[in-house]
C-alpha cells in the first residue's frame, strides 16, 4: 500500500504544545527528472541540488548556498538565551556538510534528569563557517520552535531557508509547561518580546562590527514558527488576543470531547485570563481585544501547526500581512478547525495561501526519526511518534514543505518572480495536498 505523500514512480524513504505519543510533550512539480550528484563531481563552492527524495519539487531542492551554522548567546526577559544561526557559507574545502545538534526537551517536570532530555539531531550544514558574501546583505528570518523542544529539531525546514540566501535566526525559548500546562501563559507573553529581542540581535549581528558584518537585511524580515511558534508568529504579525471568544469556544468542551480540543482549552481559559492579567500588571481584563504584540518589522509570516484559538476570529482580522498557512487536517494537538482553517478564513491579508496535508498530524513538521533516534533510544519508543505521521512519508512531507515556504519567502522578501508564479493556483497540483491562495 502506498503511504500518502508517496508518487507511483518513487517510494521514498511539539499548538499550544508539540508533542504526542504516550504523553504530550506539550511544488511546482517539474517534469524534469532530477539526478543528485556525487561529491566528487560537485565543485567545492556548489552544493549538491537535492531534496529529500528523487522526486523532490522546485524549491525543496538545495539552494545554491552552502549553509552555515552558529550559536551565539543573547539576552532574554529571564536572562542569558540562545540564539542559533543558519545563513549562507563558503566552503572552500568542499566537505558535505554533515553536523550533529545537540537539543534539549525541555521536559523535566516530567520526572526526566537533563541529560535524558539532550538529544542529538542530525542535519547538513558547517559549523562557525565564513560567512559568504557574494550576494550580501540576505533578507532575515526569525523562526520560532514548539513549545518544549528547540529549533535543531526543525534543522530540515531552516538549513533550506537557508540554502536560498537568507539568514535564520532561531531563539531556543524558554519554558517548562508540564504537567497541566502550568506555564503556558507566561510563555504566551515572553515569546513575542524574545522575537523582538533576536531581531534586534540579528541588527547587533549584521552591524559593522559584528559576527556577521553586513550579511542581514533588515528591511526584509519574515516570521516561521511550528505550533506554539505559530501562535506566536500570529503574535507578532498582528494578531490580537480575544479571550471572551476563547472561552466561549471551550465552554463546550468537556472530558467527552476530542484530546485536542480538551488540549487547546488547558488550562482552562478562566486560569489562562486570570494568570495573563496578572503577568501583564493589569488590574483587570481587557475588554474586547487585547493590545496587539505585533512588530512592525516583520513582513510575512509563516504558521505552520498553528492554534487560533486566543485569538478567535476577530483578533485574527487584524493580521494583513502577507501569510502563508500549513498544517494537517487530522493534527490531533491543533484540531484543523482551530488552526489553520480557522486562521487562514479570518485574517485579512490580501495575499495569502493555505496548504493542508490531507490526513496529516501534528508532528508531520519535525525531524524524521533516522535524523533524531536518540529520544527513543533515551525515553522508549513511544516517542517514535515525535518523529512520524501515521498516514505522510515524513521526507515527503518535508520536501513539500520546504517547496512551498521557500517559494513564499523568495517571493516576499526577494520579489522573486519565478517563486510567485509557482505559487498561482494553477501551479500547484499535489496528490494529498488541498490548496486555497487569494492575490497569487
Not at 238 to 247: P, Q, S, T, V
Request: hydrophobic residues 40%; proline residues 7%; negative net charge.
Amino acid at each position: 500500500m502506498q503511504r500518502l505523500g508517496d508518487s507511483p514512480q518513487h517510494n521514498g524513504k511539539f499548538g499550544r504544545c508539540a508533542w504526542t505519543g504516550l504523553v504530550l510533550v506539550c511544488l511546482l512539480l517539474t517534469s524534469a527528472f532530477v539526478i543528485p550528484i556525487s561529491a566528487q563531481d560537485t565543485p567545492p563552492d556548489v552544493p549538491p541540488q537535492v531534496g529529500s527524495r528523487p522526486d523532490a519539487p522546485t524549491y525543496a531542492l538545495h539552494g545554491p548556498y552552502w549553509v552555515g551554522t552558529q550559536t551565539f548567546v543573547g539576552e532574554d526577559v529571564d536572562g542569558p538565551l540562545d540564539m542559533r544561526v543558519w545563513y549562507p557559507a563558503l566552503n572552500s574545502s568542499g566537505v558535505d556538510g554533515s553536523i550533529s545538534y545537540t537539543m534539549h526537551w525541555k521536559s523535566e517536570a516530567l520526572g526526566f534528569t537533563r541529560d535524558q532530555l539532550l538529544v542529538l539531531i542530525a542535519g547538513h550544514a558547517l559549523a562557525d563557517a565564513e560567512v559568504d558574501l557574494s550576494a550580501a546583505p540576505y533578507p532575515l528570518v526569525i523562526f520560532s520552535h514548539g513549545h518544549t523542544s528547540e529549533s535543531p529539531l526543525y534543522a530540515w525546514l531552516v538549513e533550506q531557508i537557508a540554502s536560498y540566501g537568507f539568514v535564520v535566526v532561531a531563539p531556543d525559548h524558554k519554558e517548562q509547561n508540564f504537567p497541566d500546562a502550568a506555564d503556558y501563559p507566561r510563555t504566551t507573553l515572553a515569546r513575542p518580546v524574545t522575537v523582538a529581542r533576536s531581531i534586534d540581535y540579528a541588527e547587533m549581528l549584521t552591524a559593522p562590527t559584528g559576527a556577521l558584518a553586513g550579511m542581514i537585511d533588515m528591511e526584509h524580515v519574515a516570521m516561521v514558527g511550528h505550533s506554539g511558534g505559530g501562535e506566536t508568529t500570529l503574535s507578532v504579525g498582528g494578531g490580537r488576543f480575544d479571550l471572551a471568544g476563547y472561552k466561549a469556544l471551550c465552554a463546550p468542551i468537556t472530558a467527552d470531547s476530542p484530546w485536542g480540543y480538551q488540549n487547546q482549552c488547558t488550562p482552562m481559559p478562566t486560569e489562562t485570563e486570570a494568570e495573563m492579567v496578572n503577568i501583564l500588571g493589569l488590574a483587570t481584563t481587557p475588554e474586547g481585544l487585547w493590545e496587539p504584540l505585533s512588530d512592525s518589522r516583520i513582513d510575512a509570516l509563516v504558521p505552520i501547526s498553528a492554534p487560533g484559538v486566543l485569538f478567535n476570529d476577530q483578533g485574527l482580522s487584524g493580521i494583513t500581512l502577507p501569510t502563508l498557512v500549513m498544517s494537517g487536517t487530522l493534527d490531533g494537538t491543533v484540531p484543523f478547525d482551530w488552526g489553520s482553517r480557522m486562521i487562514y478564513d479570518h485574517i485579512t491579508s490580501n495575499q495569502k495561501i493555505l496548504v493542508a496535508f490531507e490526513l496529516g498530524d501534528h508532528q508531520m513538521f519535525t525531524s524524521t526519526y533516522e535524523d533524531a533516534p536518540t529520544t527513543v533510544e533515551l525515553l522508549g519508543n513511544d516517542f517514535y511518534s515525535l518523529y512520524s505521521d501515521p498516514v505522510w512519508d515524513m521526507d515527503r512531507v518535508h520536501d513539500l514543505a520546504n517547496h512551498f515556504i521557500t517559494a513564499f519567502l523568495l517571493d516576499q522578501l526577494k520579489g522573486d518572480a519565478d517563486a510567485h508564479a509557482a505559487l498561482a493556483t494553477e501551479a500547484v497540483s499535489f496528490p494529498g495536498i488541498t490548496y486555497e491562495a487569494q492575490g497569487f
